[in-house]
């Protein structure tokens, strides 16, 4: 992109950050329509369909508590879904125990209800992200739809960068198997 | 652990240039004489390229949640514009730069409503009629997207004396209702389901159950604790979920 043509949209989203911090709510509008469908996608790979509204409300929430901190030291955009993935990370944290004692079996669940005969529709790629066990899944999203490296995922989520390769690993293996025939 | 296996599972760390240069010299070798090693790492290739793709394409929410963030915004700043000089545990961001804090009585009893609309957006979701399955967001704009129902800005602004444990078991009766509804559903169609999904369908719900009355009986101990009542209010929504779920499956079989 050229810098006449980058110039003034970051300009305007640069404007918006200030304007937003300064308690201009309609700009905090503009950065959350210009924003949403990113984080709102993290929110929905990482946590599932289920929490990803109330999840994405949150980050945005936080985001407004916080934008004070915002130094201009990245772009808006990065800061923006770094703290929307610690947000996600907290979630997940705080359902680890029930996640732990459930979600294995219900996804094994998920994997069953494909009739044998109806094994040639198209599952969305996106469906299939969500019925991956936690683990893998966030692992997943993070190295390889978000462009995370696995140093960066350990440190995120406090685990080995060995456990950060075999989940990921795990994970490409139940897509090519969920996605059978890609 | 077989030669073959081996190799398979190094394939990600392959294809993401992770192996030293002989594990990498090897693993090439043994790629040229195993076709099914290389037939995975393409379709491994497949799923990457995919991720990869799906990364770029963003897809925003159904429905709008803006209304939802901006009630919350202003119901902070309300709450800061009335709350006195208290302990610091929580700042808020308002219009003014002065620094607004809550005690942890006014927290706790915040995180008890939000509970409560929780769970009084569980068993709505759930009620016969509703197309999808849970959804928080209401498809009216008007509605709170976050609570499935008109403002909770009053909710927010709830003293902590204002505030009864009973709050949590709000919508019992419709949830029970709505439960015992998939349930009547469930037992009516089982009979197009084979034995194995039925099995996984039940243990599930006996887990879930074992949840449910866990967190019942450490809240009768401890009502107000808030990590308790979410935990609860979310057993309650995955147990509607994978009965809808169950149900949903004995329809896909028609």
Redesign the interface.
């Known amino acids: 992109m050229t810098l006449s043509g980058e110039t003034p949209v970051r300009s305007g989203l640069d404007a918006d950050v200030a304007l937003a911090a300064g308690g201009d709510t309609s700009a905090f509008e503009r950065l959350y329509q210009a924003n949403v469908g990113r984080i709102h996608s993290l929110t929905r790979r990482m946590l599932g369909s289920h929490e990803a509204d109330e999840v994405t409300q949150d980050i945005f929430v936080r985001t407004w508590q916080k934008l004070g901190q915002f130094r201009g030291e990245s772009a808006f955009s990065t800061w923006l879904h770094r703290l929307a993935v610690n947000v996600v990370i907290e979630k997940r944290r705080s359902f680890a125990i029930q996640r732990e004692r459930m979600t294995d079996d219900v996804n094994a669940l998920d994997m069953l209800t494909v009739p044998a005969g109806r094994a040639d529709l198209t599952v969305d790629f996106e469906h299939a992200i969500e019925q991956l066990p936690p683990g893998a899944r966030e692992i997943f999203v993070l190295h390889d739809v978000e462009g995370y490296k696995h140093r960066e995922i350990a440190v995120m989520l406090d685990i080995a960068t060995g456990t950060s390769k075999r989940q990921l690993h795990r994970a490409r293996m139940l897509m090519r198997k969920h996605l059978g025939g890609l | 652990m077989t030669m073959h296996e081996e190799w398979t599972?190094r394939?990600?760390?392959y294809l993401d240039g992770?192996l030293s240069a002989d594990e990498q010299r090897a693993l090439e070798s043994h790629l040229r004489t195993c076709a099914p090693c290389a037939a995975?790492l393409n379709?491994?290739k497949?799923?990457?390229a995919?991720?990869?793709a799906?990364?770029t394409?963003?897809?925003?929410?159904q429905?709008d949640?803006?209304a939802?963030?901006?009630e919350?915004?202003d119901a902070?700043r309300t709450w800061a514009a009335g709350a006195g000089p208290v302990d610091n545990v929580t700042?808020?961001?308002?219009?003014?730069p002065r620094r607004i804090a809550f005690t942890l009585a006014q927290l706790a009893a915040a995180a008890i409503v939000i509970a409560a609309v929780?769970g009084g957006v569980a068993w709505q979701v759930a009620q016969p009629g509703r197309p999808e399955?849970?959804?928080?967001?209401s498809p009216e704009p008007s509605a709170n997207?976050?609570s499935g129902r008109d403002t909770s800005s009053a909710d927010l602004q709830v003293r902590p004396d204002d505030v009864h444990i009973e709050t949590v078991g709000l919508a019992d009766a419709q949830y029970d209702a709505a439960v015992a509804d998939l349930e009547k559903a469930l037992k009516t169609g089982r009979g197009k389901l084979d034995s194995?999904?039925i099995a996984?369908?039940e243990?599930?719900l006996e887990?879930?159950d074992q949840?449910i009355n866990q967190a019942r009986e450490a809240l009768v101990g401890d009502p107000a604790n808030t990590?308790l009542n979410?935990?609860l209010v979310?057993?309650r929504?995955?147990k509607l979920?994978?009965l809808r779920?169950?149900t949903a499956?004995t329809t896909?079989?028609d």
Request: proline share 4%; hydrophobic share 40%; net charge positive.
């Open positions: 599972d394939l990600s760390e992770e995975v379709d491994l497949r799923v990457v995919r991720a990869q799906a990364g394409a963003a897809r925003p929410p429905a949640l803006w939802g963030i901006a919350r915004i902070s700042s808020f961001r308002g219009r003014a929780s399955g849970l959804h928080y967001n997207p976050r194995s999904t996984v369908v243990h599930n887990i879930i949840a990590y979410s935990h979310e057993a929504r995955r979920d994978l779920r169950a499956l896909d079989m």
